[in-house]
């Protein structure tokens, strides 16, 4: 059971990138997913969240119309595309597996991609 | 928005007791989980649903939930509990999951 992040880098102020989430060991569209940030020396920050099918989506407000959470269910994957960049993005970006219950914790995460916004 | 705050640090002598308090409004209305992070690491879960440990986790590790309170609880902590803290938390009237703010358990 595993999550592989990618797709981090270095992100002009006002520009794009995307990040990718590769699932393995487990029914992925069973699950709802998640991606977590965390600045420099910060600590962690929930930032968008997505169902099952993609039906339902949601982001912390300070990301809402610049970031959207997708999912590809034939392709195991997970992705955020970030869009107007701000210096405040740059952070360590994990994806993580929802719990299938509110009595339940993030109980899988990658290892995370490195998010740099700068000029 | 819902908050979660816990102390910065804390700091404790290897085989005493070391505890982390989260404090929210009514927290004791909802599950707590608990996220041990080390340096370069992604957390991991060391207690759930308040006070319930994953397979794995000693069970010198606990956890308790009241009121505006829940406490993480490391009895006879060992220089390799020497991590970061986070609890967490759903909060079903923002539609989003909540994160405290931290905390940087230092042995001594």
């Known amino acids: 059971v595993q999550l592989v992040e990618s797709g981090g880098g270095v992100g002009r102020p006002g520009g794009s990138l995307r990040l990718s989430c590769a699932a393995s060991g487990f029914t992925f569209d069973e699950y709802a997913m998640s991606w977590v940030r965390q600045g420099p020396g910060k600590g962690l920050e929930w930032v968008s969240g997505i169902n099952w099918n993609g039906d339902r989506r949601g982001y912390i407000d300070s990301v809402k119309g610049r970031f959207t959470v997708s999912r590809d269910n034939a392709k195991n994957s997970l992705y955020l595309e970030m869009n107007s960049l701000r210096v405040e993005d740059t952070a360590l970006y994990f994806c993580?597996?929802?719990?299938?219950?509110?009595?339940?914790?993030?109980?899988?995460w990658g290892q995370g991609t490195m998010v740099t916004v700068s000029s | 928005s819902y908050e979660l705050t816990q102390p910065p640090s804390v700091s404790v002598a290897p085989g005493q007791t070391a505890r982390i308090i989260c404090g929210g409004n009514n927290i004791g209305s909802k599950s707590v989980h608990w996220y041990q992070q080390k340096p370069g690491q992604a957390p991991v879960v060391v207690v759930y649903?308040?006070?319930d440990r994953p397979s794995g986790i000693p069970e010198r590790f606990s956890g308790s939930n009241s009121g505006n309170t829940a406490t993480l609880t490391i009895s006879r902590v060992e220089a390799g509990d020497e991590a970061d803290y986070y609890c967490?938390?759903?909060?079903?009237?923002?539609?989003?999951?909540?994160f405290g703010t931290g905390t940087k358990v230092t042995v001594l």
């Open positions: 967490q938390v759903w909060d079903s009237s923002s539609d989003h999951y909540v």
């Open positions: 649903d308040d006070s």
């Open positions: 993580a597996r929802e719990p299938q219950r509110s009595s339940e914790p993030f109980d899988i």
